[in-house]
Nanobody, 121 residues
Framework: QVQLVESGGGLVQAGGSLRLSCKAVGSIYGINDMDWYRQAPGKQRELVAH???????TYADSVKGRFTISRDNRVNAVYLQMNSLKPEDTAVYYC???????????????WGQGTQVTVSS
């Protein structure tokens, strides 16, 4: 079994910073793309940042220049550094990863449990 375990959410004032972490645990053969999504109340889940196994990144326009996604393949982890936070960044943040679990036939998408980020004005 594979799980994605998230940490790092919380309450911060506008202009502040938070760092989210997500670690894949279990019997893993390999991890391909890793992503961070968010879902605000009453809104659809949206892709915030994406990173390939080789380290190439893409971002939603709303977070470009403020958020940075990174990964550490040695520990099967992905991170999201969030700076200059705004009230509109308030949401539940989810990590996602394409994981090849040992014993399976290929890659499957796994999701973290979600972590709340609240930015006060």
């Amino acid at each position: 079994q594979v799980q994605l375990v998230e940490s790092g959410g919380g309450l911060v004032q506008a202009g502040g910073s938070l760092r989210l972490s997500c670690k894949a645990v279990g019997s893993i053969y390999g991890i391909n793309d890793m992503d961070w999504y968010r879902q605000a109340p009453g809104k659809q889940r949206e892709l915030v940042a994406h990173i390939t196994s080789g380290g190439s990144t893409t971002y939603a326009d709303s977070v470009k220049g403020r958020f940075t996604i990174s990964r550490d393949n040695r520990v099967n982890a992905v991170y999201l550094q969030m700076n200059s936070l705004k009230p509109e960044d308030t949401a539940v943040y989810y990590c996602s990863a394409h994981v090849w679990a040992r014993g399976s036939l290929g890659y499957s998408v796994y999701w973290g449990q979600g972590t709340q980020v609240t930015v006060s004005s």
